[in-house]
């Protein structure tokens, strides 16, 4: 069966610093995996998917993501976090037949 | 230009009330979502619908029904409500019914049972 998991629960950054969000799945053919991002009281914003071909995608507000088949990770990663960063972060996997998993969530806090 | 709506944003009731949540998406996509997020942020597919038709029924209560009297609109009805339904509710579309593609969301419906 799919899944996501996302490890860390929360994860606390110095405003500057560079971040690591880790999202692991399990799915047995070439995954469709994408990164969501929850401001309090807000939807989801999609900040990047990956497809196919190049391994590292880039998304919006300098966000990045990696593709690594062989550790079946779609880590997350900014150079240098600003406050406005602070936020729940999902990272999902769309599978066939219109299917949808979420991970749990990580919830991201800055420190100034 | 509100991408998908829903309303209201919040709703305050007591249990055993019926009360209908509304999404409307000027996206022009074929399909709408129904989504369920509990206090711990997990979020669970609860419907989905392409050209009005219902494509993914998730195992939730009877009391949960979904309608689509239009391809951009997605509609959920909760009957006899309980305390458990208290959640955040998102409502999202994408193009076509596919998991490779991207989904819009709204900003959700909080709804809190008395």
């Known amino acids: 069966a799919q899944s996501v998991t996302q490890p860390d629960i929360h994860i606390t950054v110095s405003e500057g610093a560079s971040l690591e969000l880790r999202c692991n799945y399990s799915?047995?053919?070439?995954?469709?995996l994408f990164w969501y991002v929850q401001s309090p009281g807000q939807g989801l914003q999609l900040l990047l998917k990956y497809f196919s071909g190049d391994t590292l995608v880039q998304g919006i507000k300098g966000f990045e993501a990696e593709f690594k088949r062989s550790q079946s990770s779609f880590n997350l990663r900014k150079p240098s976090v600003h406050w406005s960063d602070a936020a729940e972060y999902f990272c999902a996997v769309g599978a066939a037949g219109n299917q949808f998993y979420f991970g749990t969530g990580t919830s991201l806090t800055v420190i100034p | 230009d509100t991408a998908v709506s829903q309303t209201p944003k919040y709703l305050v009731t007591q249990m055993g009330n019926d009360k209908s949540i509304k999404c409307e998406q000027n996206?022009?996509?074929?399909?709408m979502y129904w989504y369920k997020q509990d206090s711990k942020k997990f979020l669970k597919i609860m419907f989905s619908y392409n050209n009005k038709e219902l494509i993914i029924n998730e195992t939730v209560p009877n009391r949960f029904s979904p309608k689509s009297p239009d391809k951009a609109h997605l509609n959920l009805h909760i009957n006899s409500l309980e305390l458990g339904d208290s959640a955040v509710y998102f409502c999202a579309s994408s193009q076509v019914p596919q998991g490779g593609e991207p989904q819009h969301f709204g900003d959700g419906t909080r709804l809190s049972i008395l």
């Open positions: 799915y047995g053919a070439t995954p469709y």
């Open positions: 996206l022009g996509h074929d399909t």
